[in-house]
């Protein structure tokens, strides 16, 4: 059973930074494709970032770019997303997402790729 833990989560004022982690158990991060979600209150939930499990190919949406970073752990089994410059219009709840071996090798960038999630962590951006 793939279990997926997201910590780091916070508030803080804009222009702040946060780390978000996804600690995955059943299955090993370097076999999954991943992603990050945020979903804001009366807002549907969107892609953040996203890494395939055949070469760690990322991608990220245009307002993330330059701002978050995304990384993979295989030793720690863990997935980050490095957040800096933080705005308002980040204040969602991020979900960690996985699912195996998907997407043919390449990232995956809807939900409805993905089998597995984790429980969520507010992320707060006062200005």
């Known amino acids: 059973q793939v279990q997926l833990v997201e910590s780091g989560g916070g508030a803080v004022q804009t222009g702040g930074s946060l780390r978000l982690s996804c600690a995955a158990s059943?299955?090993?991060?370097?076999?999954?494709?991943m992603g990050w979600f945020r979903q804001a209150p009366g807002k549907e939930r969107e892609i953040v970032a996203a890494?395939?499990?055949?070469?760690?190919?990322?991608h990220y949406i245009d307002s993330a770019k330059g701002r978050f970073t995304l990384s993979r752990d295989n030793a720690e089994n863990t997935l980050y997303l490095q957040m800096n410059s933080l705005k308002p219009e980040d204040t969602a709840i991020y979900y960690c997402a996985a699912t195996g071996f998907g997407c043919s090798g390449l990232v995956c960038l809807t939900a409805d790729d993905y089998d597995y999630w984790g429980q969520g962590t507010q992320v707060t951006v006062s200005s």
């Open positions: 059943g299955g090993t991060v370097s076999g999954f494709a």
């Open positions: 890494i395939s499990w055949l070469d760690a190919v990322t």
